[in-house]
């Protein structure tokens, strides 16, 4: 049995999140993490190195660097539109519906329930337990303390994290 017990960052994280339909899309954190996708998958389809996006943008390799960083949620409008125009898209906002942060929209569990998740080693839907583990980050730098993960019953893999363990892995993350 394989015990996978790394917390992949960046892409994979999202779509470990979005897989488990946790993805959320209120915060800043949240909105430059779907944002960073966006360009780079953009970047990536019209072939553009990050120093040919820059020269695009007149900006420079730092500047672009932290507009590519999922962690750093200061971005001016002015960069944003910048980057938009280099990639010949369009930006467009929009502030649509309320945020309910009510227990009936996202659930919350605890130690010890049980749920189902995909597991990426079962390649299955499968019944998972929630349990408190000790999370590295994917580069091993930092290791995320008692995070509340659901775990696959077969495998022991980390197939999902709540909702409610984001915040936690953001603390670390920024620490
Ligand atoms: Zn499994």
């Not at 209120?26 to 072939?47: D, F, P």
């Not at 910048?82 to 649509?96: F, R, T, Y």
């Not at 519906?97 to 390649?123: H, I, Q, W």
Request: with cysteine; charged share 20%; glycine share 4%.
């Amino acid at each position: 049995m394989k015990t996978s017990t790394t917390l992949h960052i960046g892409s994979d994280l999202e779509d470990f999140l979005a897989e488990e339909n946790m993805l959320d899309t209120t915060t800043a954190a949240a909105l430059k993490r779907a944002l960073v996708w966006q360009i780079q998958t953009e970047m990536k389809l019209q072939h553009l190195t990050k120093t040919s996006m820059a020269k695009r943008m007149n900006t420079s390799r730092s500047s672009l660097d932290r507009l590519l960083d999922e962690n750093d949620t200061s971005l001016t409008l002015t960069t944003l539109a910048s980057a938009a125009q280099a990639l010949g898209k369009q930006i467009k906002i929009e502030l649509v519906g309320t945020v309910s942060r009510g227990r009936n929209s996202m659930p919350f569990y605890n130690t010890g329930d049980t749920s189902k998740a995909l597991c990426s080693e079962c390649e299955a839907i499968v019944s998972t337990t929630f349990q408190l583990r000790d999370v590295p980050l994917s580069d091993n730098s930092k290791v995320v303390k008692d995070l509340l993960v659901s775990v696959c019953d077969c495998c022991g893999n980390i197939c999902g994290l709540p909702q409610q363990s984001l915040p936690f892995v953001h603390r670390t993350l920024t620490q």
